[in-house]
């Protein structure tokens, strides 16, 4: 085992999309696990588009160019414990335990640190069972996969024959978020942009999908929904759900799950009215995954299994080769350069 903790921190304030001089690589001491922790060694990080939100902005910047980290701080990948392990960033194997639920060579996901070892509490990490595979519990199975479901179950509700549209289709929740609403019979919609358009009409199913930046978003919902759209699943904001927003059928759902366009934006745009929520009795709903679906977690990943286990629910990985090159993919990320969910890998995978 290494005897320091390779860790990156905040270097300064990004100007626009993060780059690899806004963080530093640093060499730290090694973490000691208290009682009831577990020191494990990270394998997977999750790269997310909420953590440019989340970066620190120039001085008196607007918001939302200030987040809630400062210069100098580590960066943070996934929720912070307590939350419960499969909120956290990382995918991990345990080193040392002094947690009587863990032992030595325990795969776990937890943690939300961006250094190779990691001390957590062993309540706030999760145990994988010995047939997942390691890239699969940040994605599919985990935090990604249960958000695309709870979206969808709880408040999209796609029935047969309906119009569900999804944007940053070919995204980590975008992809399985469509999946779900084809199984449920409902034609699928979606926007992404290059290589992505092609990739979930090709590859997942989808039944078109606009290219956001090679065509008139608004003008193609125009066709491709002529009798309006009954879900729209937004993982954007922007300009992107104002063209969906204008186009909902009567009792449509919106299911608000993210904000993508806006994270890397110098301010926030303007809000649409609301008259057509009323004119049409729209149902317009925000979610955040760990606020009250716990119980539901087991559910979603039986689900997910099967669909995944009959070939009608497919996912990609994109797997980026360590710390120095993370900044790099965080921006190419933000960007929707992405070819489906993206990890770091930060040390070998035992499970294949
Ligand atoms: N509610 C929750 O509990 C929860 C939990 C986790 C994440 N989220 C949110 O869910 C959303 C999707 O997350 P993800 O991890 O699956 O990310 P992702 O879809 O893999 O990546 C973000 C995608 O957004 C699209 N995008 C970027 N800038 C855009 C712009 N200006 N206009 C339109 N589209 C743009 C890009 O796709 P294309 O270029 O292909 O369009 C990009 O690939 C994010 O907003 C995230 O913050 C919500």
Redesign the pocket.
Known sequence: MEQTNLSMRIARAPEGLPRREDFVLVEEPMPVPGEGEVLFRAIYMSL???MR?KLPGPEGAPVPLGGTQSVGDLMIAGVPPPARGYMGGFVGQVVESRHSGFAQGDLVQGGCWWQHYQAVPGDCLVKLPLETKASEALGLLG??GF??W??MRNIGKAKPGETVVV?????????IAGQLAKADGARVIG????E??RFVVEELGFDACID??AEDVAQRLDRLCPDGIDVYFD??????MLAAYDRMADFGRIV??????????PELPFGASLRPVLRKRLRIE??????HYEDQFEQFQQELRALSASGRMKYRIEVIDGFENAPDALAR??????K???IVQLGPDPTG
Do not use: T, W
């Open positions: 997310d588009p909420s939100r935090q990604h958000v695309a709870c979206g944007s940053a289709a070919g995204g980590a929740i975008g992809m926007i992404a942009s290059g992505n358009s956001r930046h993982n954007v904001g922007g300009d992107v608000v799950c993210g904000m993508a366009s806006e994270y890397n934006a925000g979610f955040v995954v760990y606020d990320l933000l960007e929707g350069r992405n489906g969910k993206m």
